[in-house]
């Protein structure tokens, strides 16, 4: 059975981070403001994407909470009635825009977080800032901003010593840790002093992952088999964990996702470089609602037909694409 399909609206290139396996520290040629798609333009897309049968909407970036005026955005989202509202966030700016999400209408958060450490945090982010994503997660739960989700990136010989620390730690604070495969992204590159290129070995597998939390945990129960992307298994002892796998295991099959780029690129899939120019659609097109919901629907049939290519040679920008 496959989920509901997922508009993500990426709203910025820009970010308060720089983890070392997304964003190249330096260099990074960001869009000018009147390149980005207005609030206006995304809410009429997202009307279009109801329309064209897309039910959930997630904001990401970037890092979404950089963009002025956010709430806006939120507010004219869940004025669309979707039946999901959810943003992506490295949570950093989150403790204090927590209880306005809520009142914005935001139904709920996913966190990015790769370590539980102070001073590996800052090797990874190339920024400070973990207690206030701590704090972060107590404000989004007050603020009823539920269900939380964790998602955590695990590279060999950077944080693959957590993968426990992080089980034990969703189970305290009762929010799911999603653990994800590293891909090969633009922000992986010669120029990377941490990691270099996207290589082989510094990825961890799903399996290994697994294999490591049930040695320690006991069995993984399958809790919601055969939705989406994300495999979600439960520990005997109740604690939620999920395992994102596009490298070792892709599930193209699974993926009712499109990728609205903050310029505007309509992505078919995560590695779609070519992508459908949105914005040309509405300002020099002058596209209304029908005429965007028909790209939409356009769009998610030519999924089927998609072959993703190889990985390796990708040359994304996963800050811009936003995951
Ligand atoms: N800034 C926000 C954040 O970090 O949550 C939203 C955008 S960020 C691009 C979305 C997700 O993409 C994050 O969870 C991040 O860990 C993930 N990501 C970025 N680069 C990645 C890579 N090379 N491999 C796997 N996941 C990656
Ligand atoms: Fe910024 Fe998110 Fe990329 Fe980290 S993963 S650099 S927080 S966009």
Known sequence: MKGDKVLRIS?????????????????????????????????????AALDAGISKFRITGGEPLVRKGIIQLVEKLARLD????ALTTNGILLAEFAHSLKQAGLKRVTVSLDTLRKDRFEKIARRD????????????????LAPIKINTV???????DEILDFVRFGQKEKVEVR???????????????????????????????????????GPLIDSRPEQGVAKIFQTESGAKV????????????????LRLGPEGKLRICLFDEQ???????????????????AILSEAFSRKNLWERGDLEKSAGEMFRIGG
């Open 179 to 217: 653990f994800i495969e590293l891909m090969p992204f633009a922000g992986l590159n010669s120029g990377c002093k941490e990691l270099g290129r996207w290589n082989k070995p510094l990825l961890v597998k799903g399996n290994e992952i697994k294999a490591a939390i049930e040695k320690e945990f």
């Open 242 to 257: 999920g395992l994102i796998t596009p490298i070792s295991d892709r599930f193209c099959d699974g993926c009712q996702r």
């Open 82 to 85: 979707s039946l999901d509202l």
């Open 129 to 144: 800032g973990l207690e206030k994503i701590f704090t972060a997660l107590d404000n989004s739960r007050k603020a009823g």
């Open 154 to 160: 695990i590279i060999r010989g950077v944080n693959d």
């Open 275 to 293: 992508g459908i120019d949105l914005r040309k659609e509405l300002r020099e097109r002058k596209a209304d609602q029908d005429q965007m919901a």
């Open 11 to 47: 709203v910025t290139d820009r970010c308060n981070l720089r983890c070392i396996y997304c964003m190249p520290e330096s260099g990074v040629n960001l869009s000018p403001s009147d390149e980005l798609l207005s609030y206006e333009e995304i809410e009429l897309i997202g009307r």
